[in-house]
């Protein structure tokens, strides 16, 4: 990618083969996440330079960054959700951030410190976080599994 004026990146299109999970995949650099919805036009969330913003598809050859949709700094994991991409799913240093593609509009912040992983179900329902063990406090469950709509702690 090659930056250009007004937050334009060059971008050379690649096979839409099996990165329609909207997750990184061979061949695609780290930290993309694309949303392959053939309704809407493509759109990509990125993770560089420690924050989380969103792109939208000009043209073939042109993405230029969404200013309709929140950007995040600090952020360190990105996700949508892979059956609908309808919803994405920011980690930072407070917890995630749950963004809804239809209203473009942050919909549910759940506080969570020191998420390491972020993973939805298959059908956009749950995410499941890791944590890295702390010795030090034992009770403090390192593995969970929430609810994407409410933020309810299920397991």
């Known amino acids: 990618m090659q930056k250009k004026p007004n937050n334009q990146v060059n971008y050379a299109p690649h096979n839409r083969g099996n ?10 650099p780290a930290g993309v ?3 392959y919805n053939q309704t809407r036009p493509l759109r990509l ?6 924050s989380a913003s969103f792109f939208t598809l000009k043209n073939e050859n042109e993405l230029v960054q969404d200013p309709s949709l929140p950007r995040y700094s600090r952020a360190k994991l990105a996700r949508y959700a892979p059956l609908a991409g ?5 980690v930072d240093e407070l917890g ?3 963004v809804s593609m239809e209203s473009r509009q942050e919909t549910l912040f759940i506080a969570q410190e020191n998420i390491d992983l972020l993973k939805y179900s298959p059908a956009d329902n749950f995410v499941v976080t890791c944590e890295k063990f702390n010795i030090n406090t034992p009770d403090n469950h390192n593995l969970r599994i929430l609810e994407t709509k409410t933020g ?3 397991a």
Do not use: M, R, Y
């Not at 969330?45 to 420690?50: E, I, K, S």
């Open 152 to 154: 309810a702690t299920v």
């Open 96 to 98: 995630i951030h749950f």
């Open 86 to 90: 309808k919803q994405a799913a920011i």
């Open 45 to 50: 969330l990125v993770l560089a330079d420690d």
């Open 33 to 35: 996440a694309i949303d």
């Open 19 to 28: 990165a329609a999970s909207g997750e990184e995949s061979k061949g695609q």
